[in-house]
């Protein structure tokens, strides 16, 4: 399947923890990778591989997955995580595709 | 720090053929170890992976745009280059260039993007 599905929009009230997830078929073969998108900005990679955060990512930003679904998780919301969140992975139907997911809008209460 | 900056132009006619070329600085396209990405975003709308290349110049795209796609290297320059043709307004989006890790997967680093619109 070359489809990744997230929730159109999810809310956190400040400090607190949300999870935001991506499912997918791909997911059982690939991890996710997570970008950040603020408006009128590119997006930014938050997260990658088992757990990664690329240099200057806050450590409140996590990554898990199980099965056919990816999570990212914001321990201790800051107003500035208030963005959009897509996952991606690769395609596991053997074409080399890459597929993003429909993106979540993170808002920050 | 790798930084990339794609260029070209904001308006293409329908029918004609969307040329951009990325510029990679900060860092070399023939050191290997990373594929060059194009991705786009449709105005208001969420991301699509349009293809890559490794520096020896292999391809792979995506399938739904794979009959009008290019995407060539020009090693000595440090820049690769998209090319898609027979646009319709279909096409107008913000187009990307990245910096792709393969394993794990990733796309590590992008450009700004650039609003290419497609209009008579």
């Known amino acids: 399947s070359s489809e990744l599905t997230q929730d159109p929009a999810v809310s956190v009230a400040l400090g607190q923890t949300v999870r935001i997830t991506c499912q997918g078929d791909?997911?059982?073969?690939?991890?996710a990778s997570w970008y950040q998108q603020k408006p009128g900005q590119a997006p930014v990679l938050v997260i990658y591989g088992k757990n990664n955060r690329p240099s200057g990512i806050p450590d409140r930003f996590s990554g898990s997955s199980s099965g056919n679904t990816a999570s990212l998780t914001i321990t201790g919301a800051q107003a500035e995580d208030e963005a959009d969140y897509y996952c991606?992975?690769?395609?596991?139907?053997?074409?080399?595709?890459?597929?993003f997911g429909g993106g979540t809008k993170l808002t920050v209460l | 720090q790798v930084q990339l900056q794609e260029s070209g132009p904001g308006l293409v006619k329908p029918s004609q053929t969307l040329s951009l070329t990325c510029t990679v600085s900060?860092?070399?396209?023939?050191?290997?170890?990373?594929?060059w990405s194009w991705i786009r975003q449709h105005p208001g709308k969420g991301l699509e992976w349009i293809g890559y290349i490794y520096y020896s110049g292999s391809t792979y795209y995506n399938p739904s745009l794979k009959s009008r796609v290019t995407i060539s290297v020009d090693t000595s320059k440090n820049q690769f280059s998209l090319k898609l043709s027979s646009v319709t307004a279909a096409d107008t989006a913000v187009y990307y260039c990245?910096?792709?890790?393969?394993?794990?997967?990733?796309?590590?680093?992008w450009g700004q993007g650039t609003l290419v619109t497609v209009s008579s």
């Open positions: 791909s997911l059982r073969s690939y991890y």
């Open positions: 991606n992975s690769r395609d596991s139907s053997g074409n080399r595709n890459w597929v």
């Open positions: 990245a910096r792709t890790l393969v394993v794990p997967a990733a796309h590590d680093y």
């Open positions: 900060g860092g070399s396209i023939s050191s290997g170890g990373y594929y």
